[in-house]
C-alpha cells in the first residue's frame, strides 16, 4: 500500500508561484511513475504533469500544453517527494491538486492507469 501526502496549495495572485509537494510511504518509489492533476468545481479531473525514471539518473517528463513552460515536474528519491513547481500561474490554475502513484513505469496524462492518490491540496490565484 502507498500512502501520499499532497501539501503546499494556498491563495496566490496571477503570476505568482507555488511549489506543491508529495510525499509518498513506498520504498519502491523511485521507479514509480507520477502525476499530478487538477480538478476546478464542475470539472472533470485533468492531467497537469508526469515523470517517471528512465535509468541511471534520467527521467521522463511530459506535461499538458496548458501548463508548458510554465510548471515544473521534479522528484527527489532520497526524501521520497516529487515537486510540482508552478510558476506565472493564472486564475484558470485554480483547482484541488492531486498528486497520484503508477506501480507501472508509464508516465501516462490517464488518471485510471494511476493506482493511488493523495488527499488533494487547493490552488487558488486570485486578485
Known amino acids: 500500500q502507498v500512502q501520499l501526502v499532497d501539501s503546499g496549495g494556498g491563495l496566490v495572485r496571477p503570476g505568482g508561484s507555488l511549489r506543491l509537494s508529495c510525499a509518498a510511504s513506498?520504498?519502491?518509489?523511485?521507479?514509480?511513475?507520477m502525476g499530478w492533476f487538477r480538478q476546478a468545481p464542475g470539472k472533470e479531473r485533468e492531467f497537469v504533469a508526469a515523470i517517471r525514471w528512465s535509468g541511471g539518473t534520467s527521467y521522463y517528463v511530459a506535461y499538458a500544453d496548458s501548463v508548458k513552460g510554465r510548471f515544473t515536474i521534479s522528484k527527489d528519491n532520497a526524501r521520497n517527494t516529487v515537486y510540482l513547481q508552478m510558476n506565472s500561474l493564472k486564475p484558470d490554475d485554480t483547482a484541488v491538486y492531486y498528486c497520484a502513484a503508477s506501480m507501472r513505469p508509464i508516465a501516462s496524462p490517464i488518471a485510471g492507469e494511476y493506482d493511488y492518490w493523495g488527499q488533494g491540496t487547493q490552488v487558488t490565484v486570485s486578485s
Open positions: 513506498a520504498r519502491t518509489f523511485s521507479r514509480d511513475a
